[in-house]
């Protein structure tokens, strides 16, 4: 009785799933009539606005992460370290992305770094290109350093610390050589989960009007019919290799742990 | 760290007159967190409660009170608590099948890992799967009609509705469920079904009574933060429904773009109620997961 119903559950869930993957994989291969074809790929790949694009968002993404584990890492570091009564305070702040809508913290920027301000970036292309990565940034906050802490918990910060403190070792030092090699796996966890949320963002680029590959995606979705189909199973695609490789690094990283 | 406790006074003192330091580690966090995510946001509040000319006022919160926007808050709370309460249930029912249900061990991995990736498919790109899908051309819409002879159109399906968005919303809402309450489904020890059982409880019994009320918090927890999850979407309304479907967040995206209300500071507010609701609905779940959490160590 009780596998009976599991076996609904699942199997409910499993259409529910497949059905819109099945259905936007299908019609991405339907632009030409009468015979499934890659034509809807192939105008979507040649088209220069894509590359554009996307590579505009790859490289925030890359600027973001890079960012994003240099401001992180050092804090959660730090907190655990010499701090560690403000952890819940850090933890608190960290989360907040998750309260506030993202269209009301970009909406704050707009209003808060427009060019009468005091720090106008939105003047420039460079000064909003820095402020969206700042957005993303944000957005990426409660998982990067979720990550990180969690990898922190499983090594012991204070006597690596010290025993390189003892052997010479700077904060530098003991920062790049000491404890980020520890949380590698962590940092990569949280970074392709960065790559997976800006790679598609929308709200933020298209407010800060910044080519990115989100608001593209919106674009011709309005004006096209086949392509947005093969642009979502290309998204798809990117989501599921960022998991994928979360997946095998954290278990690449237990296979390491177990033989030591 | 021992040294210091078992140390001379000096070493304290040099510990203390060191202290500021200490804060120094901190400040390239607080530093970012100010100025990108607090002043920003603090921005929006008090700018709710000013006029133009920088005095204070309730006149932008009452402006709120128009048909307009009282639809578009109605509306987006509807869809929300329904895709969130969706969202739950069934993401319930799913991970209590891989948890309890004697479903075999391998399905358990590839689940959760599919999980992960749709609750991260959200925004722009599950619009055009769904459009795809049960859109007026999609899969399932043309299926039904040429092969079955069932018009969705006729029967009141528009996925430019509450329903359709409900629908698509639910694609993220499951797996971040599944995800959630696997977790603290795992933490149901089996002494306490054990133990129900002896006592003369019948399932059904050990549900209402034991295992449910240990999981209320977490339950009721999880469906605030989908709920904010929710209401916070726009990505995926906008590219769903273009700027037709008068929801807040699609009206805030409107108003920040081309100040469709006529008013700066209306827009102020708006994205205030914003932030009070998905507050209210995140302040729920922080203060039930630190209860649930008691109960699940």
Redesign the interface.
Known sequence: M??L???G??L??LV??T??????T???LKMRRGEYSFDAYAKVLADPKFQETFSYSVLMALVTIAFGAL??V??AF??RL??PW?RPY?EF?T??????????????????YNTSSWLPLTGTAMGTNILLM??Y??LA?PYMYRAVDTGLRTIDV?TLT?AAQSLGAGWGTILARIILPNVLVAVLSGAF?TF??VI????MA??LNRPAF?PY??LL??NR?YE??A??VI??GI??A???L??LITRFSKHTRAQR | ?QSSTTAAPPVARAARRRLPL?WL??A??LI??V??????????VL?AFRTPEGSFTLENLRGLNTDQIKAAYLISIKISLASALLGCA?GF??A???V????PKF?RGP?L??S???S??A????????????GP????TVYLKTQMGIDLRLLGFNLLSFWGLTLTY??FQ?PLMILIITPALDGLKKEWREAASMLGAS?LQYWRMVALPILFPSLLGTLA?LF?NA??A??TA??LT?SSMNIV?IL??AQ??GDVLGNPHL?YAL?FG??VI??IA?GIY?WLRARSERWLK
Request: proline share 5%; aromatic share 14%.
């Open positions: 009780t596998k119903w599991s076996w559950a699942l409910f869930g529910y799933f059905l819109p993957l099945i259905g936007m299908e019609f991405s401001l992180v050092p804090t730090w907190v010499k701090m403000a850090v702040i989360l907040l992305p998750l309260v506030i809508p993202a269209i009301v913290i970009v909406f704050g920027y707009i209003r808060l700042f957005g940034a944000t906050l204070a010290e989960l997976a949320i598609g963002e929308f709200t298209a407010l989100g995606m919106q979705g309005a019919a947005p189909a642009l979502a998204a798809f989501t599921w960022c998991m994928g979360i997946q | 760290m200490h580690g901190l390239p966090f970012f967190a100025l990108f995510l607090i002043l920003p946001t603090m921005h929006i700018g069934i029912a799913v209590a099948a891989i309890l249900g004697g479903l399905i689940l890992t599919f992960g990736v749709a991260n498919f925004g722009v790109p599950l619009a055009f799967a769904f459009l795809a899908t049960i051309v999609g899969l399932i639910l694609f499951i399932g933060l904010a209401f916070g726009v990505a906008i590219a273009g967040p805030l995206f920040i773009r827009g994205a914003m932030i998905t507050g995140n922080i």
